[in-house]
T-cell receptor, first 111, second 114 residues
């Protein structure tokens, strides 16, 4: 599975959009980009995933570049409750695929 | 529908003691995973399973054993606990395979080895 690179930390003002980047330059054609977040010491929570096209759900939007080497998670109107560590991971669909996490981006939403 | 349940939630062990952590899921998921998370760190994969009766090593498997005798349960064993195994342990499950979907996580087991 491809490795990912994310900034260690980011700040965002409440009510503004939070844009979290992820680099996955070694991604292969059958690998999906997944985003999870971990609030305090809870178990990680799924946010969104995509293969090629941009995706949107009730929580966030995922923008994947045309060459698929990077992506951006967008929280359109960040709130204090969105303060968490955000993990970008790349996962294939084969039986050998492992769900491995990096160190993620610590997003701090402030008033 | 409980999702993923981990037992116990907290435990203190003495060095050299053994214990088993239980992960149970009620979603009929094929894949299950065990992670550890040390303070200020990301999750590191210990072992995983792609189906009943199968197990595979992750990034940090040493000192741990696992078993998946039933599809819904994934057990993590520590045969001789060491202080370095003090951590928070998370279990997760996914549908896996060609229909890979979101992973569901348990709430964690906080283990302290003294």
């Amino acid at each position: 599975d491809a490795k990912t690179t994310q900034p260690t930390s980011m700040d965002c003002a409440e009510g503004r959009a939070a844009n979290l980047p992820c680099n996955h330059s070694t991604i292969s054609g059958n690998e999906y980009v997944y985003w999870y977040r971990q609030i305090h010491s809870q178990g990680p929570q799924y946010i969104i995933h995509g293969l090629k096209n941009n995706e949107t759900n009730e929580m966030a939007s995922l923008i994947i570049t045309e060459d698929r080497k990077s992506s951006t998670l967008i929280l359109p109107h960040a709130t204090l409750r969105d303060t968490a560590v955000y993990y970008c991971i790349v996962v294939g669909t084969g039986t050998a695929s492992k769900l491995t996490f990096g160190t993620g981006t610590r997003l701090q939403v402030t008033l | 529908n409980a999702g993923v349940t981990q037992t116990p939630k907290f435990r203190v062990l003495k060095t050299g003691q053994s214990m088993t952590l239980l992960c149970a899921q009620d979603m009929n998921h094929e894949y299950m995973y065990w992670y550890r998370q040390d303070p200020g760190m990301g999750l590191r994969l210990i072992h995983y399973s792609v189906g009943e009766g199968t197990t595979a090593k992750g990034e940090v498997p040493d000192g741990y054993n696992v078993s998946r005798l039933k599809k819904q349960n994934f057990l993590l064993g520590l045969e001789s606990a060491a202080p370095s195994q003090t951590s928070v342990y998370f279990c997760a499950s996914t549908q896996g395979g060609g229909g890979f979907t979101e992973a569901f996580f348990g709430q964690g087991t906080r283990l302290t080895v003294v």
